[in-house]
């Protein structure tokens, strides 16, 4: 039953239901020691279980808090209501990139934007020893001024403990569901995660994979009718070719997918640094290339200096001003018609 506007929760007083799911309500509240407004997530009170398991689950929700990075969604504080327990967070305003996602790919670059700050999140969670476990569209938030933030880091977590004492349970009464329980969203979950074996940062990987393969693609990498038989394709097969459903994607992003998608976390990326790495620099190269054309279809487009040695209008000298290629920008055309043969002549 969903909370009434003006009930407290701590400090924290409520305005009003946001949105719910299958990990519980979001509520849009008010901090009134600071006259702040805040979005906080109550969780269903069976994922509490016993006090260890909550403190565990704020032990990594305060974990992943205390990276404050921009591309991840700052939590304030945490909590429990009626035996459950609720995280306080930012209020975000904007839409998940479920919701940006609508069937069709993303234009190019807006994707690579995407990518970016998806990796960079996950790269500064990854270094200190913080994993997902959930990464998905609809853990993924593009904010009004564009930007993306990763949502909910610490939920699976919480999740993963309830089920190892429900495991534990299991095993004493000599059943084995628990064992055999599996955690993480059908269609963007790691093959490993898929066969409910340990999982690290690589798992992650694989699911950003999954992400970044919609987004350039329009369709989700493992879709299949039923989750069972999306846990056997993530397993066994692989999914369509990028280049089959979208030609325009370069080679080099299509090599990135690949690797994060590789059935063996060995295969994946050493680091996560590494990924963004690779991804920065085919941003990079990308949009060298696209200048490059711009450039060729305009040539006014590409700075020029007059005879005198200063760049743009009126200049000294009686043929006033000569239009040159500036040495610089020359050598950058250079190399983006290079790219070119990489990243695709429609950029």
């Excluded at 949105?19 to 008010?30: C, D, F, I, Q």
Aim: glycine share 12%; aromatic share 6%.
């Amino acid at each position: 039953m969903a909370l009434a506007a003006g009930t407290r929760l701590g400090p924290y007083e409520i305005a009003g239901l946001l949105g719910a799911g299958g990990m519980g309500e979001v509520y849009r509240a008010r901090d009134p020691r600071i006259g702040r407004e805040v979005a906080i997530k109550v969780l269903p009170a069976r994922l509490a279980g016993v006090a260890e398991r909550v403190r565990r689950f704020e032990q990594e929700v305060r974990a992943a808090g205390a990276l404050n990075h921009p591309n991840i969604l700052a939590i304030y504080d945490v909590g429990t209501h009626d035996g459950g327990p609720y995280l306080v967070s930012e209020l975000l305003e904007g839409e998940t990139l479920r919701d940006r996602l609508r069937g069709a790919p993303l234009p190019l670059a807006k994707a690579i934007d995407y990518a970016l700050d998806i990796a960079r999140g996950l790269a500064a969670a990854h270094s200190k020893g913080i994993t997902h476990r959930d990464l998905k569209p609809a853990n993924l938030f593009v904010t009004k001024d564009g930007r993306v933030k990763i949502l909910d880091f610490g939920l699976a977590k919480l999740a993963e403990l309830a089920r190892e004492d429900d495991a534990t349970v299991d095993a004493a009464a000599g059943g084995l569901t628990g064992t055999q329980a599996i955690l993480g969203t059908p269609g963007y979950m790691s093959p490993e995660q898929a066969s409910a074996r340990p999982v690290d940062f690589r798992s992650d990987q694989f699911s950003f994979g999954t992400v970044l393969y919609e987004m350039v693609t329009g369709k989700r990498a493992f879709a299949r009718r039923t989750d069972v038989e999306a846990l056997a394709a993530i397993i066994r097969e692989e999914p369509e070719p990028v280049g089959a459903l979208n030609p325009q994607v370069p080679p080099p992003l299509r090599w990135v997918i690949e690797r994060c998608l590789a059935k063996d976390p060995e295969d994946r990326f050493e680091s996560t640094r590494d990924l963004l790495r690779d991804l920065e620099s085919i941003g990079k190269h990308l949009g060298r290339a696209a200048a490059c054309y711009r450039s060729i279809r305009d040539p006014t487009a590409i700075p020029a200096f007059d005879s005198g040695g200063g760049r743009g209008g009126g200049g000294s000298g009686s043929g006033g001003v000569d239009r040159v290629v500036d040495a610089q920008q020359t050598n950058a055309c250079h190399a983006g018609a290079a790219d070119s043969h990489l990243f695709g002549s429609r950029l």
